[in-house]
């Protein structure tokens, strides 16, 4: 029987079916140079697809999400200037049949009809595609897609590093719930792909679905989505003897998280990992063992991967002999600049040595050799004299009495901060003001609003930009005077 690479739901895709689906693409497509190849579908499989031909076929794999605004989709379009673009029916009968390119129908064995659409004319590059391998898009702080290029380079170095982490079977089922323009979704597929091993999508709108679970043995998840399964009683539906591995990135693992996860998987690994898209999916790693370090009831981010160099900017020296500093990296993972932004953008350089900026605080053990992330450098607020970082001041009351959660909004219009938070039934904050007697008082939120649960982004994510909607009315509101 030949090996399964991808479940979809109730269908299943084995490595011949994507072979022979890939032998049909190639046939349609043009000898050229043009190797970039964009996947924009509402069918998953497209994307896993796209993704297999690409690096099968040394072509480079460029997803972009069908739920971006069409203004979005047509400028990071304009910017990789792909060859080809696959996508279904539905969406190119919706909004690119007027377009000025050439549409082919092509039927998929196994995976049925999409469209082709090419270039009537071949557009120069206005950058290098050579050694590429995939092009993925982040706004970082500003809002605006910044296209980030990987390389084979940095990819085997990743791979290399990967592997010293944890052996990936066969016969492994690797959990994806991420969205295909997030990076994590292509360490499922590589790790899938380089190890013979297969991929359980799990989309969405079935997220909830318990029977999506059941058979698969590594999962790589936010640690939010850890906390929403546990919440909707959807961890019992994941196997304890099957299960594996359990790789957390993308968000703080709490040490809290760890003991949720001793209690359902005694015997699972748990890894914490840390790494912007820049840096090839993720540059450092630490395996949670029985005794594990954190700070702030922060898990460790260890130590960073074999070929990676770090600087610390602005770094200062803490009491307890630790340095505090903006992380800096350089080295086999890192990007080598974005396309679509003037060269030397984010980065910086030391010894004549180009490190990108993650734009991440982190504390770092000299001793042990090991960092501990700290928050985002742009959290960081003036506050009643003192210099703050909000995700600080989150760690801080998210371990105070029957807090279990917090979130942290700063208005630079009223100078004043919003703090949501999540706890048990029934307890209100006014009534346990005791348990802040510690906390001094330049550290204390102005508004305290308890919630029952944090809005998610599409990532699963606290949707920061929603609390602050809401933070900004509620002040409007509060204080007219100032309008």
Not at 14 to 30: I, N
Not at 466 to 477: D, G, P, Q, V
């Amino acid at each position: 029987m030949d090996q399964i690479f991808l479940y979809n739901r109730s269908k299943r895709y084995s490595y011949h079916d994507f072979d022979t689906a890939c032998a049909a693409l190639r046939k349609k497509l043009p000898s050229g140079s043009n190797r970039k190849v964009v996947v924009l579908s509402s069918h998953p499989e497209l994307y896993y697809f796209a993704f297999y031909f690409c690096f099968t076929h040394d072509f480079i794999y460029c997803p972009i999400n069908i739920d971006d605004t069409i203004p979005m989709i047509e400028n990071k379009i304009e910017i990789i200037n792909p060859g080809v673009i696959i996508t279904n029916e539905n969406f190119f009968l919706s909004h690119w049949r007027e377009k000025e390119q050439v549409y082919e129908p092509l039927h998929l064995p196994s995976f049925g009809s999409c469209f082709l659409c090419f270039q009537e004319t071949e557009i120069a590059d206005g950058f290098s595609t050579v050694d590429l391998r995939y092009i993925l898009f982040t706004s970082g702080t500003t809002g605006a897609a910044k296209a980030v290029p990987i390389s084979n380079a940095n990819i085997a170095a990743f791979t290399d590093n990967m592997q010293q982490l944890f052996e990936v079977e066969e016969t492994a089922v690797i959990a994806n719930t991420f969205k295909f323009s997030f990076d994590l979704s292509i360490w499922a597929m590589l790790m899938a792909w380089t190890n013979g091993a297969a991929i359980s999508h799990i989309d969405t709108d079935h997220l909830l679905n318990h029977e999506q679970y059941a058979h698969c043995t590594i999962f790589c998840m936010l640690p939010s989505m850890l906390r929403i399964l546990q919440k909707q009683q959807l961890l019992f539906s994941i196997s304890p003897n099957r299960t594996k591995h359990f790789l957390f990135c993308g968000e703080p693992l709490y040490d809290s998280d760890v003991q949720l996860l001793r209690e359902y998987f005694p015997r699972a690994g748990i890894y914490n990992c840390y790494g912007p898209t820049e840096l090839s999916i993720y540059c450092s790693a630490y395996k949670v063992e029985t005794e594990f370090h954190t700070w702030n009831r922060v898990v460790s981010i260890g130590q960073l991967n074999i070929g990676s160099k770090a600087y610390l900017g602005n770094a200062m020296l803490l009491e307890d002999g630790n340095l505090e500093g903006e992380l800096y990296v350089s080295g086999e993972q890192t990007f080598n600049g974005y396309i679509n932004l003037p060269e030397g953008t984010g980065f910086f350089e030391y010894d004549g040595e180009q490190f990108y900026k993650t734009g991440d605080k982190v504390i770092y053990n000299q001793e042990e050799d090991r960092y501990y992330y700290a928050g985002r450098v742009d959290r960081e607020v003036k506050y009643y004299g003192h210099r703050i970082n909000l995700n600080n001041l989150e760690y801080v009351f998210s371990g105070i009495g029957p807090i279990s959660d917090a979130a942290a909004i700063f208005s630079r219009k009223y100078m004043t901060i919003g703090l949501f938070f999540t706890s048990t039934p029934g307890f209100k904050l006014e009534e346990n003001m005791h348990l802040l007697q510690h906390i001094p008082n330049w550290l204390r939120p102005t508004h305290y609003f308890p919630t029952p649960e944090f809005p998610l982004n599409a990532n699963f994510k606290t949707d920061y930009s929603a609390l602050e909607t809401f933070y900004n009315r509620y002040l409007e509101k509060k204080y007219p005077s100032q309008q």
